[in-house]
């Protein structure tokens, strides 16, 4: 597995885990070991997003690196880059 | 028969939009009084279907029935079918009281009863002061408008009581009731007293999270959540098309 496919992954993992905590949050919503956990989570999914970003371009058209210029339609989509 | 007739007409000036003569009005009254819905030809065929059910539930109870005697103590199976019987200490009562309208009034202070199938039958009560103890009833109080009305300090096993529409059931003191409200005591549909037709779910816990990774390939971040599914495996001769579905 190829450095992009690496970090898509990761991407996707932490995502996941977000939305099962935000889920749990919806209900119980004072739990602070929840709290924390969707925090620290937070966290490493913007951290990969970012790792991810600075190397293979903007991953959703609401990324922050369109902002300069239109990267989104000059360079490859995230699935349109070879495994 | 004037005042109605009063009456009548003071409700057809009222009633402005579709005036009608007061003999028109007093047939559409007693056309009102006679009518059979589909709601009252519904509750007639659930009444036909009550007393076929009682039936059975008879022929149970004198099958069931005990009919060993004890010193002081009376078998009966098949009593009270009828109205107003009565039944007294010490007694194994099966299939007692069954029928439309059969009473089974009891002022009972004594021990080790046994009753089972009693009180069945459309509109059928249970009423009883009870303060002994160890009573084993099932099946009690089956049917429409079945009433169980106890005072009740006593430890009684009850299962199987209390069905039916309206019905006032009260679980007291150390109570162990089994399926209560099933019906026909011979079933445990309702454990614990626990009410018809409502959802208890437990409320989760933050414990036993999985890896961030392995709960991505289970579908859940927690353990108590993953439920692996095993397909059935294809049966018969012929491709079903079913991928990989065995255990």
Known sequence: MNEQKKLQRMIQTYSFVIYETALYLDTHPNCRAALDYYARYNAKLSEAVEKYESRFGPMTIFSGKNCEEWRWVKEPWPWEYNA | ?247
């Open chain 2, 1 to 247: 028969m004037a005042g109605l007739l009063n009456r009548i007409r003071k409700e057809a000036e009222r009633d402005s939009l579709f005036p009608k003569k007061p003999e028109d009005m007093i047939s559409d009254m007693e056309y009102r009084k006679n009518a059979r819905t589909p709601l009252d030809r519904a509750d007639e065929l659930f009444l036909q279907k009550i007393l076929e059910e009682n039936a059975a539930e008879e022929r149970y109870g004198e099958i069931m029935s005990n009919r060993g005697v004890h010193q002081n103590s009376r078998a009966r199976s098949g009593c009270g079918c009828a109205e107003n019987t009565r039944n007294v200490s010490s007694d194994n009562r099966s299939g007692c009281g069954c029928g439309i309208g059969a009473r089974n009034r009891r002022s009972d202070n004594d021990d080790n009863d046994n009753r089972s199938g009693c009180g069945c039958g459309v509109g059928s009560r249970n009423r009883r002061s009870d303060n002994d103890n160890d009573d084993n009833r099932s099946g009690c109080g089956y049917g429409i408008g079945a009433r169980n009305r106890r005072s009740d300090n006593d430890v009684d096993n009850r299962s199987g009581c209390g069905c039916g529409t309206g019905r006032e059931s009260r679980n007291e003191g150390h109570d162990d009731s089994y399926g209560c409200g099933c019906g026909n005591g011979r079933t445990n549909a309702i454990r614990d007293g626990f009410p018809l037709a409502m959802v208890y779910s437990p409320v989760q816990e933050w414990r036993e999270l999985l890896e961030e990774e392995e709960a991505l390939m289970n579908g859940t971040l927690f353990r108590e959540l993953v439920f692996p599914w095993y397909p059935a495996a294809c049966r018969g001769e012929n491709n079903c098309g079913c991928q990989g579905g065995e255990r």
